[in-house]
Every structure is written in structure tokens, then in C-alpha cells.
């Protein structure tokens, strides 16, 4: 039995051998279209679209191969080991349906670029640091996985469904253009870039839903136009978490230490706004508009409510400060009834905006009905 198979798995044998002395990635196509880069990288492995479903891939400025008849996915997976990696893939007008890279250890870089929407963009690093930049539209998902250490994700094309998962490590992603906020789109993005000083910021237009979930340590979050529901999930850490554009549904939790929100004066909701934000000396200034109800809850610590002279309330306001010295302060317009409440009576409400509806002010009286 073993002995007609010899021959083939001495070759096999040997190509893998040759593969550990060359340090360099060797490339291949399936009969089904798809190209394979694997291997080590003796530098930047660079893969580029020639036209008519030909690639060229190059390993630190020398010619891997060149490839013919690739039209289903490009996969590249560097071999584990705790290198640096850089790999560019320009797929320039080549239609393919998913590109999966997969980086291992080390401080790895990735930018890819294409003119024509493909399915997907997978990207997996390692324990170091990540760079990412994708900027190819993909009608399915761009999805990347950073895991530990400080990673970095710049998403510069539309997507159906981004989703970003960090480490223990400081993540920095940004979805879409600070220069041109609106400029790319996605269904959905979810942002779960795990403990560690991380920043968010979405310029890009979510037509459907948002989700952030931080950890333990202070979370940075800038967002733009959300369509359907925004969720952020900010964890312990002083979390400052920034509210710009148009939304239909908001909802912030909060950690137990200091979180701040602010909406931004060109800032709106429309069906639903809810920020609960737990203990700590949490502050949140509206300056917005909320066509809807405001609902807002926080416990211990030093609680800072301000609505601004540029926010107009449609709906109703009900603000439940907890314990400790808190303030709220309103010098705006509310359309609807206010009612306010903390656990403290020296707590210091001051109304000196408009009110249509009814006023209730109950320093010390939370708990207690109303
Ligand atoms: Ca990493
Ligand atoms: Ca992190
Ligand atoms: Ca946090
Ligand atoms: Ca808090």
C-alpha cells in the first residue's frame, strides 16, 4: 500500500523543505480560481492585478511568480512565527469573491485595494500589532481580527457589514473619511475592540444598526449618522463617547467609573434615546435634537446633566441622578414634562430654559415615587 505512494510524498516533502530554507512565500492557483500565498515572508509581499484575471506577486522586491486564471479568492497565510509582516494587495479591476489573510504574530501591516466590489475581505493578525487599511467595497463583510496588541483599522470602502474584534490592547478603528463624513456606507458595523485604551470613530453612514461593546479601560467613541439603532456598551474606564448625526434609536450604558457623553448640536434622535451610565462622575451634555423622549439614569458619584440652549426635547425628560452631589441644569427647550430626581436634597437643579409641559424637581425624593 505504501509503496506506489512514495514517490509523491518525497516530492511533497521536499517542496515543503525547500519552502523553510528559501524564507520566501510561494504562490499556486486551484483549478477553481483561487490563489494561495503562503509560506514565510522574506519582506513585503506585495500581490498585484495585471488584468484579465492575472496576478503578480513579488517577496521583498524579488518575482514570486506570476499567476494566471485567478477569479474565485486570494488567501494568504503567513506561517506562524513571531516576524513582521507587510502584505499589499492592489486587485485593481479583478471581480473575486473573498480575500483572507491571515498574519500570525509579530507587527504585521495589510492594505488592500480594489476599483470593484468583491464579497469579502477577512483579515486575522496576531498577538502584536496590526495595521489595517481596507479599501475595496465588499458586498458581504470586511471584517478584521486584531487580537492583542495595539492594533489599527482604517476602513476606507463601503461595506455591507463591517466588524472589527480587538485584545487586551489599545485599538484605534475608523470607519469612512473624518474629511468627508457620510462618503461610505454600511448595514451594520459591530466594534468589539476588547480592554486597553481603545478609539473608535465612524464617519461612515450605518443605514441599520451599531454596535459597540468597550471593556474595562477608558474607550474613546466618535460616531456619525446612524439610521435604525446605535447601541454602545462603553464598560468601566472613563469612557467619553461623542454623538454626531442623526439617529433613530440611542442606547449608552455606561461603566463604574466617570463616563461622559456629548451630542453634538447637529445631533438628532428621533424614536428613542436612553443613557444609563451606572456609578462614577458621569456628565452628559445635550445640545442636540431628540424628537422623542430622553431618558437618563445614573447611581453613585457626582452626576452632571446639562441640556443646553441649543437642544430642543420633543418628547418628555426624565433624569434619575442617584446618589452623591449631582446637577442638572436645563437652558434649553422641552417640549413635553420634565421630571428630575436623585437620592440627595442639597442636589442643585437649576431650569432657566422653556418647558411646556409639567415640571417635577425631586432632590432626595428618587425611590420615593413620582
Ligand atoms: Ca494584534
Ligand atoms: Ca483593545
Ligand atoms: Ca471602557
Ligand atoms: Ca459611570
Redesign the pocket.
Given at each position: 500500500m505504501k509503496r506506489p505512494k512514495r514517490t509523491k510524498r518525497s516530492q511533497f516533502d521536499y517542496r515543503k523543505l525547500e519552502d523553510r530554507i528559501c524564507l520566501t512565500v510561494t504562490a499556486s492557483v486551484t483549478q477553481t480560481g483561487s490563489l494561495s500565498v503562503r509560506g514565510f515572508s522574506d519582506g513585503l509581499v506585495q500581490i498585484n492585478a495585471l488584468g484579465n484575471q492575472q496576478f503578480q506577486i513579488t517577496d521583498n522586491g524579488a518575482p514570486v511568480a506570476t499567476v494566471n486564471g485567478v477569479r474565485q479568492n486570494i488567501v494568504v497565510r503567513i506561517n506562524p512565527s513571531p516576524l513582521n509582516d507587510t502584505v499589499r494587495i492592489n486587485l485593481l479591476n479583478e471581480a473575486i469573491d473573498n480575500v483572507v489573510v491571515e498574519l500570525s504574530d509579530g507587527t504585521n501591516d495589510f492594505e488592500i485595494t480594489g476599483n470593484v466590489p468583491i464579497m469579502r475581505v477577512i483579515y486575522k493578525g496576531g498577538s502584536g500589532q496590526d495595521t489595517v487599511v481596507t479599501n475595496v467595497d465588499t458586498t458581504r463583510i470586511t471584517a478584521v481580527s486584531g487580537f492583542d496588541g495595539s492594533n489599527s483599522f482604517l476602513a476606507q470602502n463601503n461595506s455591507r457589514r463591517f466588524r472589527y474584534r480587538g485584545g487586551v490592547d489599545a485599538d484605534n478603528v475608523t470607519l469612512g473619511s473624518t474629511l468627508a463624513p457620510g462618503s461610505t456606507q454600511a448595514e451594520f458595523a459591530g466594534i468589539i475592540p476588547g480592554d486597553g485604551e481603545?478609539r473608535f470613530e465612524c464617519f461612515a453612514t450605518i443605514t441599520e444598526n451599531l454596535y459597540f461593546r468597550?471593556?474595562?479601560?477608558?474607550?474613546t467613541v466618535t460616531t456619525f449618522d446612524v439610521n435604525n439603532t446605535a447601541s454602545f456598551v462603553?464598560?468601566?474606564?472613563s469612557?467619553v463617547l461623542f454623538l454626531d448625526g442623526d439617529y433613530n434609536r440611542l442606547f449608552v450604558r455606561g461603566?463604574f467609573d466617570t463616563d461622559s457623553v456629548f451630542f453634538d448640536e447637529n445631533s438628532s434622535v428621533s424614536q428613542r434615546v436612553g443613557v444609563i451610565l451606572f456609578g462614577g462622575n458621569d456628565f452628559v451634555r445635550v445640545d442636540g435634537r431628540f424628537t422623542t423622549d430622553f431618558y437618563f439614569n445614573s447611581t453613585d458619584g457626582t452626576d452632571q446633566v446639562f441640556i443646553d440652549s441649543s437642544a430642543l426635547v420633543i418628547g418628555n425628560v426624565s433624569v434619575l441622578l442617584g446618589a452623591d452631589f449631582n446637577q442638572f441644569t436645563h437652558n434649553g427647550e422641552i417640549r413635553g414634562d420634565l421630571y428630575v430626581a436623585s437620592y440627595n436634597v442639597g442636589d442643585n437643579y437649576r431650569i432657566n430654559g422653556t418647558v411646556l409641559g409639567r415640571i417635577r424637581l425631586r432632590p432626595g425624593g428618587q425611590g420615593g415615587g413620582g
Amino acid at each position: 500500500m505504501k509503496r506506489p505512494k512514495r514517490t509523491k510524498r518525497s516530492q511533497f516533502d521536499y517542496r515543503k523543505l525547500e519552502d523553510r530554507i528559501c524564507l520566501t512565500v510561494t504562490a499556486s492557483v486551484t483549478q477553481t480560481g483561487s490563489l494561495s500565498v503562503r509560506g514565510f515572508s522574506d519582506g513585503l509581499v506585495q500581490i498585484n492585478a495585471l488584468g484579465n484575471q492575472q496576478f503578480q506577486i513579488t517577496d521583498n522586491g524579488a518575482p514570486v511568480a506570476t499567476v494566471n486564471g485567478v477569479r474565485q479568492n486570494i488567501v494568504v497565510r503567513i506561517n506562524p512565527s513571531p516576524l513582521n509582516d507587510t502584505v499589499r494587495i492592489n486587485l485593481l479591476n479583478e471581480a473575486i469573491d473573498n480575500v483572507v489573510v491571515e498574519l500570525s504574530d509579530g507587527t504585521n501591516d495589510f492594505e488592500i485595494t480594489g476599483n470593484v466590489p468583491i464579497m469579502r475581505v477577512i483579515y486575522k493578525g496576531g498577538s502584536g500589532q496590526d495595521t489595517v487599511v481596507t479599501n475595496v467595497d465588499t458586498t458581504r463583510i470586511t471584517a478584521v481580527s486584531g487580537f492583542d496588541g495595539s492594533n489599527s483599522f482604517l476602513a476606507q470602502n463601503n461595506s455591507r457589514r463591517f466588524r472589527y474584534r480587538g485584545g487586551v490592547d489599545a485599538d484605534n478603528v475608523t470607519l469612512g473619511s473624518t474629511l468627508a463624513p457620510g462618503s461610505t456606507q454600511a448595514e451594520f458595523a459591530g466594534i468589539i475592540p476588547g480592554d486597553g485604551e481603545n478609539r473608535f470613530e465612524c464617519f461612515a453612514t450605518i443605514t441599520e444598526n451599531l454596535y459597540f461593546r468597550g471593556g474595562e479601560d477608558r474607550d474613546t467613541v466618535t460616531t456619525f449618522d446612524v439610521n435604525n439603532t446605535a447601541s454602545f456598551v462603553m464598560g468601566n474606564g472613563s469612557n467619553v463617547l461623542f454623538l454626531d448625526g442623526d439617529y433613530n434609536r440611542l442606547f449608552v450604558r455606561g461603566g463604574f467609573d466617570t463616563d461622559s457623553v456629548f451630542f453634538d448640536e447637529n445631533s438628532s434622535v428621533s424614536q428613542r434615546v436612553g443613557v444609563i451610565l451606572f456609578g462614577g462622575n458621569d456628565f452628559v451634555r445635550v445640545d442636540g435634537r431628540f424628537t422623542t423622549d430622553f431618558y437618563f439614569n445614573s447611581t453613585d458619584g457626582t452626576d452632571q446633566v446639562f441640556i443646553d440652549s441649543s437642544a430642543l426635547v420633543i418628547g418628555n425628560v426624565s433624569v434619575l441622578l442617584g446618589a452623591d452631589f449631582n446637577q442638572f441644569t436645563h437652558n434649553g427647550e422641552i417640549r413635553g414634562d420634565l421630571y428630575v430626581a436623585s437620592y440627595n436634597v442639597g442636589d442643585n437643579y437649576r431650569i432657566n430654559g422653556t418647558v411646556l409641559g409639567r415640571i417635577r424637581l425631586r432632590p432626595g425624593g428618587q425611590g420615593g415615587g413620582g
